[in-house]
């Protein structure tokens, strides 16, 4: 029998970064999609790179859709500033709407194409920043959805979206991808990172990934400006 294949949503970060070596290590021969949507910050799209050949993916790609020309978030208008005095109540102005919806939906189209029946996407809902599309219910949806929306699901293909990361602490997240051996300094998770990499230590992301690493006991690798 071939190696059943799943495809990995890869930002750049911790997160996406875990559930790449969450997926390799149960047995999958795995696909990265990252998502150029019009982010300020490139540079987590370089980090997706050198993690998707550091974790043994089979390819990477790089798909375009530009929801920076609808604004309405910081991290695509830079007309908005990324909020710097920490994780507050309510979703926060860094949320960019439809984001996961668009990623998931054109993973759902790669992954169909390449016959396989695996998403793994790195949302989570303990130690975040309050997103509607990284709730539980969001994913259910989204996979009951895609197998109403695919030729594949249609005729008996179940798509099945799988999250490890949803109901874990970014201390618990941080430990599993250091035993399967994720190298986090390539990651980039800030916001605001410059052009290579460094992060700023002030927004949400940064707060949450500096507090993480301290939870779990490790050292930080993370370059900050």
């Known amino acids: 029998m071939s190696t059943p294949r799943a495809l990995v949503l890869l930002s750049g970060g911790l997160d996406s970064a875990t559930c790449l070596a969450i997926a390799r290590a149960e047995g999958f021969e795995t696909y990265a999609l990252s998502v150029e949507y019009g982010q300020r910050h490139a540079a987590e799209l370089a980090a997706a790179r ?42 926060p102005i860094t949320y960019v709407p439809a984001r996961n919806t668009i990623m998931l939906s ?3 189209a790669w992954a169909e194409v390449l016959g396989a029946d695996h998403i793994y996407v790195g949302v989570n809902a303990v130690d975040y920043s309050g997103y509607p599309d990284c709730r539980p219910a969001f994913i259910d949806a989204f996979e009951k959805m895609a197998n109403l929306a695919t030729k594949a699901g249609v005729e008996g293909h179940h798509l099945a979206i799988h999250a490890p990361l949803i109901d874990l602490s970014k201390a618990d997240i941080i430990r599993r991808g250091t035993q399967l051996g994720v190298d986090y300094s ?23 990934r500096k507090a993480g690493f301290e939870a779990a006991g490790l050292p930080d690798p993370t370059p900050y400006a």
């Open 50 to 91: 050198r993690v998707a050949a550091a974790l043994g993916a089979v390819t990477h790609r790089v798909a375009h859709v530009d929801l920076g020309q609808f604004g309405g978030s910081a991290l695509t208008d830079p007309a908005l500033a990324v909020p710097t005095d920490g994780v507050g109540a309510g979703i």
């Open 186 to 208: 390539l990651t980039v998770s800030c916001y605001q990172a410059d052009d290579d990499g460094r992060a700023c230590g002030l927004c949400d992301a940064c707060r949450l």
């Open 106 to 108: 054109i993973a759902m």
